[in-house]
């Protein structure tokens, strides 16, 4: 990586380097397990000028994103989460709301029940077409800004535009910004949601990065990202989804005011925890070695005490976390996964199988390690059944800990 995507300085600071690992939705099949498999460096760094946090574009989304294995309707809280976000949304009789990568429909199904037109824009076909299924409307596309300007011709300006884990997943911030600005109407929002690094950075989430993650977003850095297409933060507000999300509220420059005081808020907290200098990032790579080492000590000793330890969940961070620990099924068996799509196929890099999660009732072992573990509080309900034979639940994020 030789500049900054988003404000094209070369002086970039290294954060953490995680070696070289697969993609981490490239999941195998056991037709795939006598072949080779890409890797490729996982190094994120921070500009010095902008401080967008980001790892090289060694991917392009289109290689992951065509034929896409995640169906946002899996996880119930986040389907709860985004019909919340729905329900709270004031908008004009004639409104039009558009979300770019709409998954399966998780959130725009919500949109259709309240009779309002929509669109959902969503690259993958495969996730698409599930989402047409439901009855939410639903393009094939990525966004750029012609795309945008497509869909304000065809079906006019959009009140809302929705933006969801997705900002964190475009190279081309500025192109992608500028496909919202082409969408949203002059008096419209923009609501986007996204990690925040702030959380990352503070309670060590660091298998959040990965390679379909391009860049990683403080409210000042994306502040920066927005006005690169044109767009003004208004307000924030901090989610707890997904470890630590932040939700950006924006319009069109020229419509906006003053930021709220949550947006200075936050940029306080953030220039506190000094993301704005180096000192914020310094050791971060340490406490990384860090939940390394405390889990591979866990799963070695159980490993020698002749205890059996499995997964629960394959979702991306689960790869990270799993590649960089050099974790193999030698030390977790397997883990299960509620998409069947998953089911008899191995994890990218370190090919611990992935089987139905009926499986861990029947095998009754002696602890299941939660890789989603940003689904605790559901999770944790959902897998109770665990403790009637003694077994317990760990969670390796932010530290190892063993739920009795
Ligand atoms: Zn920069």
Redesign the pocket.
């Known amino acids: 990586m030789t500049s900054?995507r988003?404000?094209g300085?070369v002086s970039l600071a290294s954060v953490v380097d995680l070696g070289a690992t697969p993609p981490c939705e490239r999941i195998l099949t056991a037709a795939e397990l006598d072949g080779p498999e890409a890797t490729y460096p996982l190094h994120l760094r921070v500009?010095t000028?902008?401080w967008?946090a980001q790892i090289p574009p060694l991917i392009t989304p289109e290689d992951t994103f065509t034929e896409y294995a995640y169906f946002s309707s899996y996880s119930t809280s986040w389907v709860e989460h985004a019909k919340k976000f729905v329900d709270g949304l004031t908008l004009p009789d004639d409104a039009f709301v558009v979300e770019v990568a709409s998954n399966d429909g998780y959130l725009l199904q919500h949109v259709v029940q309240r009779g309002v037109r929509c669109l959902g824009i969503e690259p993958s076909a495969n996730v698409g077409q599930a989402a047409r299924e439901r009855g939410v409307p639903t393009r094939t596309a990525f966004l750029t800004p012609e795309t945008g300007q497509t869909v304000r011709a065809e079906h006019g300006p959009a009140s809302v535009v929705v933006a969801n884990n997705v900002y964190a997943h475009i190279p081309d911030v500025v192109g992608f910004t500028k496909g919202l600005r082409a969408l949203v109407a002059d008096d419209g929002i923009v609501s986007i949601e996204v990690q925040h690094l702030l959380t990352l950075i503070e309670l060590n989430q660091y298998d959040t990065i990965y390679h379909e993650h391009f860049q990683y977003y403080t409210v000042a850095s994306a502040q920066r990202a927005l006005a690169s297409g044109g767009l003004a933060l208004v307000d924030v507000e901090l989610l707890p989804t997904h470890g630590g999300s932040i939700r950006l509220t924006a319009v069109p420059e020229e419509a906006a005011g003053e930021p709220s005081q949550a947006v200075l808020d936050v940029l306080d907290r953030e220039k506190a925890a000094g993301l704005t200098e180096l000192s914020g990032y310094a050791e971060f790579a340490a406490r990384v070695g860090k939940v390394r080492r405390d889990l591979l000590r866990f799963l070695i000793d159980a490993a020698e005490r002749g205890e059996k330890v499995v997964g629960y969940g394959a979702p991306g961070k689960g790869n990270t976390l799993l590649n960089h620990c050099g974790i193999r099924p030698d030390l977790l068996a397997y883990t299960v996964d509620i998409n069947p799509y998953k089911h008899g196929k191995f994890t990218p890099g370190t090919r611990i199988p992935i089987l139905s999660p009926e499986q861990i009732a029947e095998d009754r072992p002696d602890y299941v390690l939660i890789l989603p573990w940003n689904l605790r509080e559901e999770l944790s309900r959902q897998l109770s059944y665990v403790h009637e034979w003694g077994g317990r639940l760990v969670f390796p994020i932010p530290n190892l800990e063993i739920v009795q």
């Open positions: 900054c988003l404000c300085s500009c000028e902008c967008l």
